[in-house]
């Protein structure tokens, strides 16, 4: 099968009527809209695992297990078609627990979308224990939302040098094409007390050249280039996420063994304002 003719690959969102996922949904409709990718709303619910009494309760109308997880599912559809009525966008319902489910489905999937926490998180939590999950187990890149219409500035995309980043770099770029923004290359640097510089350097920071060489010669982005020597690395970045659109990482960097997340990208999801990508 040639490039032309594999299948296209949609945009995954999970939906549990949550406001995290109303959000997801928002942002996921919104992306698919300008990418020109269909869109496909998934919710998963679990109690077929807990119980065979899914039905109607006596004469109500309406009632039941089953009926809940199908209006949940039809409240998503209608959320997304509201959104952006061209889009193509279809609905799942699956039995089974949220992480697992879209982890399986994300083999097949452009970008996996999710919200924060979801409705069965506990009140206080910055990031559920699913989209952590998610973020570590996603075989596509992963969108973690907090705004479904962040205000303007830029794609940053935070690089060390590692494949994750090298492949970081690339999906920040399309999506900065996309959104018609500033893509902004950061990269903080090993720090010691004896630097003699903590202030932007990029043209001597090979790094920061490894990630423009990724970049098409023909491109047209406007890209901004940030190179500093600072303690910490997931600080710096949660500081320069104030001014972005969204932050894109990979998954894990040069110094991360075995792990399937980095301590940077854990940091940075925790506590970054704004949408987060993760990339693999």
Known sequence: MSPAEAPVKPVLVGYDGSDGSRRAVLWAAHHAAVSGLP?????????PFFTQDLGPVGDIKDSGLQRAAERTSAEGL??????????EVSVRLITGFPSEVLTRL???AALLVTGTRGLGGFAGLVIGSVSLHLAASSSCPIAVIREDQPGEGDVLVAVDGSPESDRAVTEAAVLAATLHVPLRVLHVRPYTRHARTRQPDPEHDPVIQQALNL???DTDLTVIEDSFAEPSVPGVIIHQAHRAVCVVLGAKGTNTLGARLGSTVHAVLHHARGNVIVVR
Not at 78 to 87: G, H, R, S, T
């Open 78 to 87: 209608d959320l997304a078609k509201q959104a952006e009525p061209d889009l």
């Open 215 to 217: 970049l098409p010669a």
């Open 106 to 108: 994300s083999a097949d």
């Open 39 to 47: 869109l496909v709303v998934v919710h998963c619910w679990v109690w």
